[in-house]
T-cell receptor, first 114, second 113 residues
Framework: QQQVKQSPQSLIVQKGGISIINCAYE??????FPWYQQFPGKGPALLIA?????SEKKEGRFTISFNKSAKQFSLHIMDSQPGDSATYFC?????????????FGGGTRLMVKP | DAGVIQSPRHEVTEMGQEVTLRCKPI?????LFWYRQTMMRGLELLIY????????DSGMPEDRFSAKMPNASFSTLKIQPSEPRDSAVYFC???????????FGPGTRLTVL
């Protein structure tokens, strides 16, 4: 099974700080890289996604940085807020092939301290 | 739209009993996914359907697990017989096409005693 490795497993950040979560993948055929956010007792929800034709995508305080040659991508949360406290999952998928599905990283539990 | 609907939200059962989890995907979505989430193994894809047809069930842990999608608006995941190691949160998700956004339901928390 294709793997996506995510780090760190947990992260504590002060309010106003920058949260950074990293993911690495092996399959060079992956071409869609979403990040999902999950609050306790809820299902994951899409936060932001990127395709490898760009190196960065920004939506509000959330930015994905993508390094195709290193096969790595990361989520940056600027000005982190207590309301950002959640579990974050990176994922990847390969378009156009049978069994096209999302492979999730192991998750990062983020706590933003007030 | 109400989003993906799952029932029950919580299920407590005893080892050996049959458990049936239910899912109603978002209307118009043609892909449906079943996931299992545990602390140890994270989020695992069990099976997914396209237009009600099972496409990949390689993630189904063993023959005790089965899934069906009799129509576009309903799917079930059945565990028979259930075991304590099946305790987890089971999510259903749907999407318009497989490489697009997946919308997750609220999950069913299963506890097998």
């Amino acid at each position: 099974q294709q793997q996506v490795k995510q780090s760190p497993q947990s992260l504590i950040v002060q309010k106003g700080g920058i949260s950074i979560i990293n993911c690495a993948y092996e399959n060079t055929a992956f071409d869609y890289f979403p990040w999902y956010q999950q609050f306790p007792g809820k299902g994951p929800a899409l936060l932001i996604a990127i395709r490898p034709d760009v190196s960065e995508k920004k939506e509000g305080r959330f930015t994905i940085s993508f390094n195709k040659s290193a096969k790595q991508f990361s989520l940056h949360i600027m000005d982190s807020q207590p309301g950002d406290s959640a579990t974050y999952f990176c994922a990847a998928s390969e378009a156009g092939s049978a069994g096209n599905m999302l492979t999730f990283g192991g998750g990062t539990r983020l706590m933003v301290k007030p | 739209d109400a989003g993906v609907i799952q029932s029950p939200r919580h299920e407590v059962t005893e080892m050996g009993q049959e458990v049936t989890l239910r899912c109603k995907p978002i209307s118009g979505h043609d892909y449906l996914f079943w996931y299992r989430q545990t602390m140890m193994r994270g989020l695992e894809l069990l099976i997914y359907f396209n237009n009600n047809v099972p496409i990949d069930d390689s993630g189904m842990p063993e023959d005790r697990f089965s899934a069906k999608m009799p129509n576009a608006s309903f799917s079930t995941l059945k565990i028979q017989p259930s075991e304590p190691r099946d305790s987890a949160v089971y999510f259903c998700a749907s999407s318009l096409w497989v490489n697009n956004e997946q919308f997750f339901g609220p999950g069913t928390r299963l506890t097998v005693l």
